[in-house]
Antibody, heavy 117, light 106 residues
Framework: QVQLVQSGAEVKKPGASVKVSCKASGYTFTSYTMHWVRQAPGQRLEWMGWINAGNGDRKYSQKFQGRVTITRDTSASTAYMELSSLRSEDTAVYYC??????????WGQGTMVTVSS | EIVLTQSPDFQSVTPKEKVTITCRAS??????LHWYQQKPDQSPKLLIK???QSFSGVPSRFSGSGSGTDFTLTINSLEAEDAATYYC????????FGQGTRLEIK
């Protein structure tokens, strides 16, 4: 079946970077645009950016511009999100979500990233 | 940036009740509005796309309506398994979400 499986939980110190992976299966990886969305404790969902899995085009939220990098490896059907210069406010669950046409049709299970000294 | 405001923030309802959740956009977005259900410790799941199109496999008691700036998610004959937080999402860049509406089943 169509699914997105993310990498496991991470604990990082302030100032470090984290890289989260999202492996797709059950469909043609290059058919979707892959988005990254995060959810801090008790907060609303927050969009971070997307990558066109086919041609590699990408767009980032202005809020994260300069700190986030989204990439993909088509041979591995995997998308990646790297966030740098981590601070405590970046503690959140990070989701990948696949978009066919505007809406997010499928979501990964989420990856908890904790930033703590 | 388009701001989405949902109401109510929280609602306590009994099974078989009809529930209406609204989402208001700070500017017109046509029909580019989607609804998700998120249960505790789970990832969100798509319910409705383009304001009124039911996503595959979603029970028929869920429906959506609206266009422009005002949108509604309706759950007819609520079931216990519908306890969750519901989010609206607009797909004009930058993408934004509503603050969520938490439904508690009495």
């Amino acid at each position: 079946q169509v699914q997105l499986v993310q990498s496991g939980a991470e604990v990082k110190k302030p100032g470090a970077s984290v890289k989260v992976s999202c492996k797709a299966s059950g469909y043609t990886f290059t058919s979707y645009t892959m988005h990254w969305v995060r959810q801090a404790p008790g907060q609303r969902l927050e969009w971070m950016g997307w990558i066109n899995a086919g041609n590699g085009d990408r767009k980032y939220s202005q809020k994260f511009q300069g700190r986030v990098t989204i990439t993909r490896d088509t041979s591995a059907s995997t998308a990646y999100m790297e966030l740098s210069s981590l601070r405590s406010e970046d503690t959140a669950v990070y989701y990948c979500a696949g978009e066919w046409s505007d809406a997010f049709d499928i979501w990964g299970q989420g990856t908890m990233v904790t930033v703590s000294s | 940036e388009i701001v989405l405001t949902q109401s109510p923030d929280f609602q306590s309802v009994t099974p078989k009740e009809k529930v209406t959740i609204t989402c208001r956009a700070s500017q017109s977005i046509g029909s580019s509005l989607h609804w998700y259900q998120q249960k505790p410790d789970q990832s969100p799941k798509l319910l409705i796309k383009y304001a009124s199109q039911s996503f595959s496999g979603v029970p028929s008691r869920f429906s959506g309506s609206g266009s422009g700036t005002d949108f509604t998610l309706t759950i007819n004959s609520l079931e216990a398994e519908d306890a969750a937080t519901y989010y609206c999402h607009q797909s004009s860049s930058p993408i934004t979400f509503g603050q969520g509406t938490r439904l508690e089943i009495k």
